[in-house]
């Protein structure tokens, strides 16, 4: 444990009682939580099964397995349980399902399925209503309320059709046998609450918890929380008040004011210290989140040297500022003979990216996007990855009722909710359970014809993927299903396009892999860990990052790039209108203590929205950040000769990157 400061071995020696680490950014979190399980494994005697740590995402998980293997032995760190709170309680309601009325093989519905089956209840296919809708019920679910309760609840129109839907919701995918993101972890609560016996085993199972991002727990994880740690209080809490920014999807920081009254033994240690940033950003983001009501309260500080000072840069529009942050970027990297990897733009908002993305083009530098939406979440490639899961596993629920409906084939909700209902009962797969006699005698032939038809057809495919090469059983897919014509049926021409683009591409790429590595579809589909593969060429790419702060959370950077800091932006229009500055406050200080090296802001002085230009403001939160390690360019307070000199700067500096030439110095 060398080189661990005295703050972060108290927290990994506690044992006494619960226990809140408030972990500032860039404290070494992660490393306190791996050398806490270490210590409890080999200093404490735990048995490592008897070790939950949960974390939010499953690469977090993964980086901690990994640590994890390296620090104690690998055959170890297998038998520890480290998975996010959803994983968790999938783990649970496998071993559980039967006394919740669930076969051990439930399917999990993602937010796809579910806008689908909303949609079909709601009698709508207006995308934004649907988005709310299923919002609604989401939050619902995720502060355990019921259906019952929730017709009571509802105030506005659309929460009354909300709580309609909610409940006939609820039945469906009971019938179905499936369950989705949220019941995951609303399930097991319940489960623990109605089933003391069961509590109490799991409690035995789980002795030590460690929850990781604790300020990001909604009300349902910290029940969840509550029933496993039960009377013996075992855990360690990580978390960051000031980083608390996801109560747009859940998230309660009302948690953090809990803990102290629901665990009155509960003990607090702070990780001030910062392993990650220069004083100078240190001191601007403590300067920033000052102004939020505290917690707890906590300065970061560092040993890293004052560093650079933080540049703020005022751009005449938008369309200037990308063009700016291209090449003062490129010619920083030159200056430092960095990789492209070392730079990260941020923005709040995913619609600011796309001038970024025009400029980088125009530059030839390399980037990546995240924190939009991934390409294998697109519908037509998920559509796609239903009938290709399904050939490798006919048992694939989901996939089932997804592949039997688009395109639309005259297969109706209510034949597969009486299809999922015998399922359940018969304890079948959808594609068995439709040829069985019993289940043929609660149809309509009718309702049955298209069904067996669809099964038939899909039972002819998966003999076909399980010995041909892709590239000659994918396209007599497309052509069987007619999927161009059902994008062309029912989108506008130009997404239709590009819809039907993305397929050919997947299919490309698919058809490409299979010839490479002499696979069948089936094989292929069996090892796509597509994702998996996506996010490790991802790793290994040089390129500069484009990010909203939102998804940059957790991440660091040698040198970021602050985009876009304006008011109405950040903070957000709504935001200060709802009276949720506060949040916003947060995410500029999680944005700030992204950077290790340098901060580079900049804001516009008009912008250009839907073709009309609107005069912008700095930011509140420039201001915030505090005058002294700041330094301004650009804008109108900039004397004319300065802007000469910014502008023959600019040239000077694409003149030197076209050359190669090394730049002169200030």
């Not at 038809?453 to 897919?477: N, T, W, Y």
């Not at 999927?483 to 490309?508: G, I, M």
């Not at 790429?509 to 090892?527: I, N, P």
Request: neutral net charge; aromatic residues 8%.
């Amino acid at each position: 444990m060398s080189g661990l400061n005295p703050q972060q071995l108290e927290a990994i020696h506690y044992l006494d009682g619960p226990l809140l680490v408030l972990a500032g950014a860039g404290s070494g979190k992660t490393r306190v939580i791996t050398e806490k399980i270490a210590y409890l494994v080999q200093g404490c005697g735990f048995e490592p099964r008897n070790i939950a740590a949960i974390t939010f995402t499953n690469k977090a998980a993964r980086e901690m397995q990994e640590r994890l293997g390296k620090r104690i032995s690998a055959q170890a760190a297998r038998q520890l349980q480290v998975s996010t709170f959803h994983s968790l309680g999938v783990r649970i309601l496998r071993e559980e399902a039967k006394v919740l009325g669930y076969k051990p093989r439930f399917s999990i519905f993602d937010a796809a399925d579910c806008a689908g089956i909303i949609a079909d209840l709601a009698g709508s296919v207006d995308k934004g209503n649907l988005r709310t809708l299923q919002s609604i019920i989401s939050n619902w679910k995720n502060a355990l309320v019921p259906p019952e309760a929730a017709q009571g609840l509802a105030a506005s129109e659309t929460e009354k059709l909300a709580a309609q839907v909610y409940r006939s919701y609820e039945a469906t995918l009971k019938a179905y046998q499936a369950m989705d993101f949220d019941d995951l972890i609303r399930l097991p609560v319940l489960l623990f609450e109605q089933q003391p016996e069961l509590r109490e085993k799991w409690q035995n199972r789980l002795r030590y918890l460690l929850v990781d991002e604790y300020q990001d727990t909604n009300a349902c994880q910290y029940a969840l929380l509550k029933r496993l740690t039960g009377p013996r209080q075992q855990f360690t809490a990580v978390g960051d008040d000031d980083q608390s920014i996801y109560a747009w999807r859940g998230a309660d920081i009302e948690n953090l004011r809990k803990l102290p009254q629901d665990f009155p033994r509960l003990k607090v240690i702070k990780l001030e210290q910062n392993y990650r940033s220069t004083l100078r950003i240190l001191k601007a983001a403590n300067n920033v989140i000052a102004h939020n009501e505290k917690l707890f309260d906590k300065k970061l500080w560092s040993e890293l040297g004052h560093g650079e000072q933080i540049s703020v840069t005022v751009c005449p529009d938008n369309e200037r500022e990308a063009e700016s942050v291209a090449i003062r970027l490129q010619a920083h990297r030159f200056e430092n003979r960095g990789k492209w990897s070392d730079y990260a733009i941020l923005y709040r908002s995913n619609h600011l990216a796309r001038l970024f993305e025009q400029q980088l083009r125009n530059q030839r530098i390399p980037y990546l996007l995240s924190g939009g939406q991934s390409f294998f979440d697109k519908a037509e490639i998920k559509d796609l990855i239903a009938y290709l899961r399904l050939f490798a596993n006919l048992e694939d629920d989901p996939a089932f009722i997804r592949a039997a409906t688009t395109p639309k084939r005259g297969i109706g909700a209510s034949t597969l909710q009486t299809l999922g209902a015998y399922a359940g009962e018969r304890h079948l797969s959808l594609f068995a359970a439709a040829f069985e006699e019993g289940f043929a005698q609660r149809v309509q032939a009718r309702q049955l014809e298209p069904l067996l038809e669809f099964c038939h057809f899909i039972a002819r495919m998966q003999a076909r993927a399980e010995r041909e090469p892709a590239q000659q059983v994918l396209p007599d897919l497309l052509a069987a299903i007619a999927y161009e014509a059902f994008l062309f049926d029912h989108e506008e021409p130009r997404a239709a396009q590009s819809k039907w683009a993305n397929v050919c591409e997947f299919t490309a790429w698919l058809t490409k892999k299979g010839e490479e590595d002499d696979k069948t579809l089936v094989d292929l589909t069996q090892t796509i860990a597509l994702i998996n593969m996506l996010e490790k060429r991802e790793e290994e790419f040089d390129a500069v990052q484009l990010s909203t702060l939102h998804a940059a959370k957790g991440l660091e950077y040698p040198h970021v790039f602050l985009v876009g800091v304006e008011e109405g932006i950040l903070p957000h229009r709504e935001s200060v209108e709802t009276g949720k500055v506060e949040e916003e406050r947060r995410l500029m200080y999680v944005g700030i203590t992204r950077a290790r090296q340098s901060l580079h802001v900049s804001y516009c002085e008009r912008r250009k929205q839907n073709r009309e230009w609107v005069t912008s403001e700095p930011s509140r939160f420039i201001a915030e950040m505090g005058k002294e390690d700041l330094r301004f360019s650009g804008g109108k307070a900039a004397a004319p000769a300065d802007k000469a000199t910014g502008s023959a700067r600019l040239e000077a500096m694409k003149a030197m990157l076209a050359g190669g030439k090394s730049p002169v110095a200030d």
